[in-house]
């Protein structure tokens, strides 16, 4: 029996093997289409895509992620000529709105667009200011982008081109000429929501047919008692029995393991495309370098949704500057006020390594055009050793042994043991440079004499041996 339940365990891993790559087979076949074709595939509009995987609540995890990353990445507003009391007064402004941004570029990547509408306040001193960003995705059917990078409205009173100088901010997703609303990411996303949202009928089915327990009695006379006790025990209860009757529990080998890896599935499908990793609770297994890899992808991730949301920003500053310069309080700049984010110093693990080479040999050092142009240090950031650099004493003995003539500091008894060790290490460090394998290094050493000078070492040696000894004798 034990070999019979051990080769249906194999059989069921095998058919949920199966299962499992068969559906990702599917959902690879939608991936290789493009945005609008896989709508006119799926019958969809794109309000009702939007609508449906926006709902979702891996989704919505996806962009609970996004939002931090990019509301907590650094900025700054920066620009030539520029007045600091204003300066500060746009960066407040564009610091209250930032969140109505993000939502903004969340809903251009995924519906290939998006609009918002500036609402602007008149302040005491007449400076304009951005009151409010309201999004327009629900009702984003409304708003059609024009080749030509324009966008009109189809209203009740027909179509009219709005304004996207200083009322509408239009952000599109990757646009073309072809396709100017913009590369719809809910398109992609919408195959592998639609498998988790029908998850729920298959945990149905499966509660349905296996989570019912079954129970066998066995009796030595069939009596309608012995039905009602069975029936009993299920709802709950005791029975008593007697020595040759047994009630039995069949146990059935189904987990509904394959439910959770369809669901495991479908969230490493959207999690893959929102967040360019896979989150690491969602991972069976792995190794450390390819998670690395999948977190620089994920930065790769970032930075792209870094980039829509500093166009976003970017178009909101000149608007504040084009109303306050036509209507309000001019803001004073030359050639334009500009929004980008922090770029992060990262470590180059390589060139550090090259340049503590450099550094221990001790003849030359880094400058501060070095630490700014290549480095990337801001000046202020960093101050410059002035002690001179020493030799570091881990240098290979090539180096150290190599130098001819007398350092500096060097006592003559110091100066006669180098005369007389240094050709012989640079014997030895010649023959190890020629050998070709540890065999052949070995035969050069037996080969080589280095007997010389010997004789001026032993009575150096013997010499001090004398006097260490002739002052313990005075002593």
């Known amino acids: 029996m034990f070999w019979q339940k051990k080769k249906q365990a194999k ?8 299962l499992v790559a068969d559906t990702a087979y599917a959902l690879d076949a939608f991936s290789a289409e493009s945005s609008d074709e896989l709508l ?30 990019m509301t907590a990445s650094g900025w700054r507003l920066y620009g030539e000529g520029t007045d600091d009391a204003q300066t500060d007064r ?47 995705r629900d009702e984003l059917e409304k708003y059609v982008p024009q080749r030509d990078g324009g966008l009109k409205y189809r209203g009740e009173n027909g179509e009219e081109l709005v304004d996207t100088n200083v009322l509408h901010l239009f952000l599109a997703n990757k646009p073309t000429a072809k396709n100017p609303a913009g590369e719809m990411t809910v398109a992609r996303l919408y195959p592998a929501v639609a498998l988790r949202k029908q998850g729920i009928q298959y945990a149905y ?13 066995r009796y030595a006379n069939a009596l309608d008692d012995n039905v009602k006790t069975v029936y009993g025990l299920i709802n709950g209860g005791a029975a008593t029995l007697s020595s040759e009757d047994s009630i039995e529990m069949l146990t059935n080998p189904a987990t509904g393991s394959a439910f959770g890896e369809i669901e495991k599935l479908a969230n490493a499908r959207i999690q893959k495309l929102l967040l360019g990793k896979v989150k ?21 991730r970032i930075e792209a949704y870094l980039t829509l949301l500093s166009l976003a920003v970017q178009h909101a500053v000149d608007a504040l500057l084009m109303v306050n310069a036509q209507w309000g309080v001019p803001v004073k700049h030359q050639g334009g006020l500009w929004f980008e984010f922090n770029e992060e110093i990262k470590v180059d693990k390589a060139r550090a390594e090259r340049d503590k080479i450099y550094a221990d040999i001790g003849q030359l050092r880094f400058t501060e055009e070095y630490y700014e142009k290549v480095l990337g240090f801001e000046p202020e950031h960093y101050e410059l050793a002035q002690n001179p650099q020493r030799p570091s004493e881990n240098r290979a003995l090539s180096a150290r042994f190599s130098d001819t003539g007398v350092s500096d500091g060097l006592s003559a008894a ?22 070709d394998g540890y065999a052949a290094f070995q035969t050069a050493l037996n080969q080589m004499d280095l007997s010389e000078n010997d004789l001026l070492l032993v009575d150096k040696l013997v010499g001090e041996s004398v006097r260490a000894f002739a002052e313990g004798q005075n002593e």
């Open 11 to 18: 059989a069921f891993k095998q058919e949920l093997k199966t």
């Open 40 to 69: 006119d595939r799926l019958q969809l509009s794109r309000a009702e895509a939007y609508s449906a995987v926006s709902s979702d609540d891996e989704v919505e995890s996806c962009k609970e992620d996004l939002r931090t990353a």
């Open 90 to 136: 746009i960066y407040r402004c564009i610091r209250r709105h930032l969140g109505a941004f993000v939502e903004l570029v969340l809903t251009a990547r995924l519906n290939g667009y998006a609009v918002g509408r500036y609402v602007w306040k008149v302040e005491e001193d007449g400076f304009i200011t951005l009151d409010k960003v309201r999004d327009r």
């Open 205 to 217: 089915q499966f509660i349905k047919r296996y989570g019912q327990p079954y129970l066998v009695g």
């Open 280 to 300: 690491t609770s969602e991972l069976n297994s792995g190794s450390r370098s390819a998670q690395q890899i999948e977190e620089n992808a994920r930065q790769d």
């Open 414 to 435: 110091e100066a006669a043991d180098r005369a007389i060790m240094q050709p012989k290490v640079a014997a030895i460090l010649s023959a190890l440079a020629e050998a």
